[in-house]
């Protein structure tokens, strides 16, 4: 049941029509407490939504009672009227619920330069029946009213034999880039933690998890990731385990953030390998995954390994682009930087694909999740706004 | 008539077996002088192909006598099997022509890992040809047998009343984001220059044209652009005319480079203007040229202008992205991060497409030639290799 698996958590989902298909488009999650611990992060982006201007000064304090979030329309570069919409939307839920609006996050997803006043009156006029629908089992609703062009809602759960547990709940599909990704993410957990506990187990894990996540190479304006605590289990979590286990949610959700990218028909992981340092694996893995050669080949099961080393030698990590392995799908495709086994042994038919770059460098790692670059990526993204 | 327009240059292309179709697919370029002044530049690819390796060797001391290029194989990750079949053409070329293998530049081009015996063979068998066939109207030839993907050769000429001239010659399509592009360019003049003042007006004049040509966000392993001077015009000409001319020539291939590149629909121009520096706004030119979620919008003729705002707010150029103006094709469709002109008004069928860019940081301006993001794209390099 996603964000509504932990204790002290209620979730709703409506259509308040922002969605052209009538599907549901406005979401609402309240931590019932007994505390409202919270921690967030956002996309680095510059060219930030009015939701995540608003959200980032909500956080601050590290309490946080309720997350509205809508998909329908971005709400990003619509000016002031579009800040005013996120305010008057946090306004509205802390009226409803009688808390604060300091302590509401607005999350927001779409077409960017949608915010105008039908998004607004959408959005203000159906306040009221999220409250009224929130439950106990809400959270399957809310995930399915994240949606965009994703297929199908993400959501994942987490227990521990210490008597806590983790809900999430994702939507990605495309502008898939998170730097921290078009990605919102809101997880629950009930156990008893403090803001600073929270903030760095979610620092740990999306650093290693959705950061790691580069489907398309576009980063969203919109990305937020929040971590809402209730304390309703009573058990103060070991800071260790529960950034383990964190970490492992967040993993298993960018994993279906990738297998649910638009068009994609492969799941590339770029895994990195005894590179100098930890960034020159990151840095050569997001190389490799953006480029557009390589991923038209991976479409098209080519193993074409020279685009793999073109798109390295890009970068200014440290190796030698002469001695590099490059292995497909366990095939040594290029061994020392000339051709090795057979490039026709290398089988690309399956979905998973597994892209291994021997830096040879030092004894640093990291995988990047990609997808290929297919014709139903092109046909969604030449289309979505009309 | 290309590379041989100016006087002082004879130029050939024949089959050498190399591409599976039968086409033209090895050239050469001789400065029959009296003067064999040269400059080059390089990809910026850590990754060079042999080709590249050899040629930055062979342009060091400023002396070119002549100029061989393949295309169907980039001769690129072959190891030091790949080099010597680079070294043996050289010395072919230099043993039939009586020159130095130290004056001759070798330039390959195809699929990278491809520079097998096969390979070395077809090549060193049909140097004998190339030099049989070397004629003062072989620049076509020549043109048409450094293609790859293209679908037309690409040619330009230039002629100053002072009395020299110069010819290009130039071969694109794919893996085409110079910094320098797979990418070969050959330009001839008969202008008597030295060889310092070739480096200085082909630097001058591809920093600001095939180095704004940013197709399709990758940076091939083969790219080569090199100038030979043979002073058969006997004219000195003046520095400043010269680099202006070699400059017209250069944006005129690389719009030719841009036309043809493969799968494309439409040539998008994005003129960056008002940036804090030059340099700020190629970054930012660049940014938005690599969103494949734009370009696929304007292959469905959609100006979805959030996207180009969300690529900008990626970089670390300097402008406050709520001030920015966009206008595509004279529409301005968000002005101070806002939507203002409707988007119905944009028409985005013509081929020709500007995507106007006002970072209102300065009064520095720059264009990046990009192109959209299509089927035919996905198509052509999901099935390149095979």
Not at 176 to 201: E, K, Q, S, W, Y
Request: aromatic share 4%; proline share 3%; charged share 20%.
């Amino acid at each position: 049941m996603s964000v509504t698996r932990p204790a002290g958590f209620t979730a709703s989902g409506v259509v308040a029509g922002l969605k052209s298909t009538g599907a549901l488009d406005l979401a609402l999650v309240v931590n019932t407490g007994p505390r409202t611990s919270a921690a967030a992060v956002f996309t680095s982006n510059r060219a930030k939504a009015n939701p995540v201007l608003w959200s980032e000064q909500v956080i601050r304090d590290g309490a946080v009672s309720a997350v509205i979030l809508n998909s329908g329309g971005a709400n990003c570069f619509t000016g002031s009227f579009g800040f005013q919409t996120t305010h008057a939307t946090a306004e509205a839920v802390a009226a409803a619920l009688e808390i604060s609006a300091s302590d509401v996050l607005v999350c927001s997803t779409g077409l960017i330069g949608t915010g105008d006043q039908t998004f607004r009156d959408a959005i203000l006029d159906h306040v009221p029946a999220t409250v009224s629908a929130l439950s106990r089992d809400g959270g399957p609703d809310a995930a399915a009213a994240i949606m965009t062009t994703d297929t199908h809602p993400k959501q994942a759960v987490a227990e521990s034999p210490a008597g806590w547990s983790i809900g999430g709940m994702a939507k990605g599909a495309g502008m898939l880039a998170p730097g921290l990704a078009t990605m919102l993410v809101v997880i629950t957990t009930d156990a008893d933690l403090d803001p600073a506990t929270l903030d760095r187990a979610l620092r740990s894990a999306t650093r290693v998890t959705f950061d790691r996540i580069d489907s398309d190479g576009c980063m969203s304006t919109n990305d937020t990731v929040t971590l809402l605590a209730s304390g309703a289990s009573g058990v103060a979590a070991d800071e260790t385990e529960f950034t383990e286990a964190l970490t492992a949610l967040c993993l298993d959700l960018s994993r279906q953030l990738q297998a649910d990218a638009e068009g994609a028909s492969h799941d590339i992981a770029i895994e990195v390998v005894n590179a100098a340092s930890e960034d020159d694996a990151v840095v050569v893995g997001r190389a490799v995954s953006r480029s557009n050669l390589l991923k038209a080949a991976i479409f098209g099961n080519d193993p074409n390994w020279g685009r793999v080393l073109a798109a390295l030698g890009t970068t200014d990590a440290v190796f030698d682009p002469y001695e590099i392995d490059v292995s497909m799908n366990g095939v040594m495709v290029c061994r020392r930087g000339e051709p090795f086994e057979s490039r026709d042994l290398v089988d690309l038919t399956p979905r998973a694909t597994t892209i291994l770059i021997d830096l040879k460098s030092g004894a640093s790692a990291a995988t990047i999740l990609t997808n290929d670059l297919t014709h139903d990526y092109v046909h969604e993204n030449s289309a979505y706004a009309s």
